[in-house]
T-cell receptor, first 112, second 115 residues
Framework: AQSVTQLGSHVSVSEGALVLLRCNYSSSVPPYLFWYVQYPNQGLQLLLKYTSAATLVKGINGFEAEFKKSETSFHLTKPSAHMSDAAEYFCAVGLSGYKLSFGAGTTVTVRA | NAGVTQTPKFRILKIGQSMTLQCTQDMNHNYMYWYRQDPGMGLKLIYYSVGAGITDKGEVPNGYNVSRSTTEDFPLRLELAAPSQTSVYFC??????????????FGPGTRLTVT
């Protein structure tokens, strides 16, 4: 079954520093991959998606992710963290029937 | 558009009580989903629907029921509440369009406590 694993449940970065969130997937076929963000006390919103058109995907708020088939990874990065990036981030893989399987989530804290 | 709306925002239930969590979307999306979110566990799919009159079980359906009589509404029913159902519940919807069907729009959630 297709699934994703997020490495690190908590990440703490300084404002202006690189944000790197790790996600590895297991899939026997080219997957649909997604990153969602959840701000405190809100629902999830789509950050970006990979659908095989390009390996480097740009999303909202300056985030991007790179699909690496050889490493079965889809890591999320942002060159310079902002205080408003403090949130929980979820990697997800598309399943048959247009369902999603989510990782456990990574909480990002941004230090001033 | 209001998007996906959920009511109530918060609820406390006693063990054995029943309740319905309401979910409505105004985007004319065919696909709708119910998830529960527990700390450190991500989101788990409870039930989903691909259109009015069609529902199917997700990963964790036990203790829940759903119905889909209209495109807009997808209520989730808890019949005999148990402490294990203490969680945050999210409803989501997506378009019936290849690729875009995976882009789910989420409601703000319902925080349920069963004591």
């Amino acid at each position: 079954a297709q699934s994703v694993t997020q490495l690190g449940s908590h990440v703490s970065v300084s404002e202006g520093a690189l944000v790197l969130l790790r996600c590895n997937y297991s899939s026997s076929v080219p997957p649909y991959l997604f990153w969602y963000v959840q701000y405190p006390n809100q629902g999830l919103q789509l950050l970006l998606k990979y659908t095989s058109a390009a390996t480097l995907v740009k999303g909202i708020n300056g985030f991007e992710a790179e699909f690496k088939k050889s490493e079965t990874s889809f890591h999320l990065t942002k060159p310079s963290a902002h205080m408003s990036d403090a949130a929980e981030y979820f990697c997800a893989v598309g399943l048959s029937g247009y369902k999603l399987s989510f990782g456990a989530g990574t909480t990002v804290t941004v230090r001033a | 558009n209001a998007g996906v709306t959920q009511t109530p925002k918060f609820r406390i239930l006693k063990i054995g009580q029943s309740m319905t969590l309401q979910c409505t979307q105004d985007m004319n999306h065919n696909y709708m989903y119910w998830y529960r979110q527990d700390p450190g566990m991500g989101l788990k799919l409870i039930y989903y629907s691909v259109g009015a009159g069609i529902t199917d079980k997700g990963e964790v359906p036990n203790g829940y029921n759903v119905s889909r009589s209209t495109t807009e509404d997808f209520p989730l029913r808890l019949e005999l509440a148990a402490p294990s159902q203490t969680s945050v519940y999210f409803c989501a919807s997506s378009k019936n369009l290849a690729g875009a069907a995976y882009e789910q729009y989420f409601g703000p959630g319902t925080r349920l406590t069963v004591t």
